[in-house]
């Protein structure tokens, strides 16, 4: 053994052994919690999830259908008109005036605060009877304000409402800080080719955004299809559990004591979820290779 | 020139009215006396106090807990920050310092868990909390919001380790400094900034969680501030007044603790997302 000579000045034994050692020591507690609390309940859930009985009482239910529907909705409408909304709204917070700066202080507040107390709010001001939006439509306008909460398309129109006044100041601080990543000189060197200022936001600003832009939209899509509170804390699922989706579909069955129909409902959506994830998991640990 | 500015002046004005009438109205509400919370108008005719009284006070069914409550809150968050902190911590040390084998492959797997849509992996982490016997243990939803919260500190702390010159690492083993030294006096300092990041959010993340708390959580005196909240609807005719002002006072802390930490909790955030 002693005859084997290492090619590299190699440190000595003891370092490299106590190096190992707390390598193994550090990851320990991280590796313990994802084996006890990631792998094992998504294992668990998978098995508790497979009986074809399941998907049968799942796919007879008359809710299930109108709740992918709702779910789709939900997606492609808050999604996308989030993200729209805050790519405009990140070239809005690129103005450098004061009242500008501090305006975007205080756009954090949406997501700073907590959201049980906002949509909450958002309830009871939507009330039809009680809420403070129909009163004023009445003493306004004479008008009989609709059903907010208690008409499905409404329903749905204001958990999105919700849910879009929740998440937009996230997603327009990463966009703005896509934009103010961009050089100041490419947008000088548009101006000094006669670029409009529609051709400089179309060949400068979105070719630069355009990959951030798109990881936003799917990592927003994954997220939004786990939201929960939106719908469960205005609509309750209702009127009629006519405005489920799949979040508050899964757990009511789960608070029906029906597992299996419950995790039958989350493993339909796999199919959806898998690409989007493996396309992300490429994004996100390819940046890791970068620098 | 000012008409030049117009559309943004109409834009700042939009901004403003979108992120406030939620927020005033909850004000509006929580100031008036119970019976003018219902059809109110834009503002309150007889602004009191009284919901507030109540509730420090404890002096009604639904806030006769609010204490324990509020203490429950603080605590699971506490718990959170501090065992993703060392959790997180650890890991990344571990990954990008000592570069262990299969260092990448951890991060990927733990960024894995921040693609599992949250109220998806509820379901079964309900079931596994049961099995583990820990349904209505404050345990069941820290150890649930640790394993949410880490892999998003790993992957952040893996960007900001980055930026740290192993050259530090290296000169302080030349002086004979053991790995935990290096750990202790070397790596965790020049951290600092990310670590509070982190301890932000994972506090931030454990005191704002409903949906894992509604589920783990089940004695009324030891259940979160944010499932006490929910449970107002419930009642038919939930007292609306009270629940605003219970709603503000839960929302003050957290909100308090973001904007005291914000150029941390920016910067954190931002670090990972702007280079893709």
Known sequence: MSAVVLPAPAATPRRISDEAFWGAVLITPYLAVFALFVVFPVAYGVWLGSSPTAYRKLFQDPIFFSTIVNTIIFLLVAV???????????GFFLHEERWVRWLSVLFLIAWAAPSIPTILSFRWMLNPEWGMVNALLFKWFQVEGPGWLTERHYGLGAAILVHIWKSLPFWTLILLAGRMAI????????????????????????????????????????????????????????PIDS?????????????????????????????????????????????HVQD | MTLRKLPLYATGLAVFLWTVIPIYHLFVIALSPAQEAVASGLVPKHPTLQNFGLVLGAQHNLVQYFWYQLATSAFVAVMVSAITLAVGACANYAITRIRIRGGR??????????????????????????????????????????????????????????????????????????????????????????????????????????????LML????????????????????????LLMATGIIYALPPTAVYYAFRRYMVSGLTAGAVKS
């Open chain 1, 243 to 287: 405005t489920h989706v799949l979040a508050t579909l899964g757990i009511r069955y789960l608070r029906q004591d029906q597992v299996d129909v419950a995790l039958a409902a989350v493993i339909v959506a796999m199919p959806a979820v898998i690409p989007i994830v493996w396309f992300m998991m490429k994004r996100l640990s390819g940046e």
């Open chain 1, 80 to 90: 996308n008109l989030k993200m729209l909304i805050a790519l405009g709204l990140s």
């Open chain 2, 105 to 214: 492959a951890i991060t990927n797997i733990a960024l894995l868990t921040y693609l599992i849509p949250a109220a998806f992996l509820a379901i079964p982490m309900y079931k596994t909390m049961g099995y583990y016997r820990l349904v209505d243990n404050p345990w069941s939803l820290i150890f649930a919001m640790v394993a949410l919260a880490s892999p998003y500190a790993i992957w952040v702390m893996n960007q900001a380790a980055r930026k740290i010159p192993r050259e530090l690492d290296e000169s302080a083993k030349i002086d004979g400094a053991t790995t935990l030294q290096i750990f202790w006096h070397v790596y965790l300092p020049l951290m600092a900034p990310t670590l509070v990041a982190i301890g932000t959010y994972a506090l931030l993340l454990a005191w704002n969680e409903y949906l894992y708390a509604f």
């Open chain 1, 183 to 238: 050089p100041k000189d490419l947008y000088e060197a548009a101006a000094v080719d006669g670029a409009t200022r529609w051709q400089s936001f179309r060949y400068v600003t979105w070719s630069s955004m355009r990959g951030l832009y798109i990881t936003c939209v799917l990592l927003s899509t994954i997220w939004s299809l786990g939201d929960f509170n939106s719908v469960y804390l205005l609509t309750g699922g209702g």
């Open chain 2, 218 to 241: 089940a004695t009324e005196a030891r259940l979160t501030l944010s499932v006490a909240l929910g449970n107002f609807l419930v009642f038919d005719d939930a007292p609306w007044a």
